[in-house]
């Protein structure tokens, strides 16, 4: 299973861009990079997923490195409710199991 | 869509109490689900696979005969606790995957909190 390597914690202020890094330098060529949040005492919501383009969606944006060797979630305008734990997860091309690092916490001062 | 539901949200009963945790994928179906737990300020873990219509595989170091897990329809997981101790207060969270392509994402429920007195 690939490894990742995400900050502990990063701070932003409401309204502005917020990029989340992950390094995962030893995925397999077949494997999507998943990103999921967790807020407070809630189980986890998918945010965005993808395996070499960029990709957008209404809730955030991925910029994956050409090497694959690392990607970026982007939320564009930071609201207090993007407050959680993001997850950067490499994997599930063999299998469905997702490895659960211990992620970004992400705080929003408003 | 995509909605899984957990039921219940959150429990306390006396240690020795079994207790069954319900996951339900409610607009598609789920050959596949899976159960986590979580402890505070810790990150999910995996505890087993649960496969409809079969055996569930569970992950090393989770007792299969302490947390028997049914998938019996393509859309009901259900996880027992069964003689619950409170070591075994946690965080209990499934998930469901819409298809059976492995790179899809899963969607979660909103957990299940255990607190065994």
């Known amino acids: 299973d690939a490894k990742t390597t995400q900050p502990n914690s990063m701070e932003s202020n409401e309204e502005e861009p917020v990029h989340l890094p992950c390094n995962h330098s030893t995925i397999s060529g077949t494997d999507y990079i998943h990103w999921y949040r967790q807020l407070p005492s809630q189980g986890p919501e998918y945010v965005i997923h993808?395996?070499?383009?960029?990709v957008n969606n209404r809730m955030a944006s991925l910029a994956i490195a050409e090497d694959r060797k690392s990607s970026t979630l982007i939320l564009h305008r930071a609201t207090l409710r993007d407050a959680a734990v993001y997850y950067c997860i490499p994997g599930g091309s063999s299998n469905y199991q997702l490895i659960w690092g211990a992620g970004t916490k992400l705080i929003i001062k408003p | 869509g995509a909605v899984v539901s957990q039921h219940p949200s959150w429990v306390i009963c006396k240690s020795g109490t079994s207790v069954k945790i319900e996951c339900r994928s409610l607009d598609f179906q789920a050959t596949t689900m899976f159960w986590y737990r979580q402890f505070p300020k810790q990150s999910l873990m995996l505890m087993a696979t649960?496969?409809?219509?079969?055996?569930?595989?569970?992950e090393q170091g989770v007792e299969k005969d302490k947390f028997l897990i049914n998938h019996a329809s393509l859309t009901l997981s259900t996880l027992t606790v069964t003689s619950a101790h409170p070591e075994d207060s946690s965080f209990y969270i499934c998930s469901a995957s819409l298809a059976r392509d492995p790179n899809q994402p899963q969607h979660f429920g909103d957990g299940t909190r255990l607190s065994i007195l």
């Open positions: 993808g395996l070499t383009s960029n």
């Open positions: 649960s496969n409809e219509g079969s055996k569930a595989t569970y």
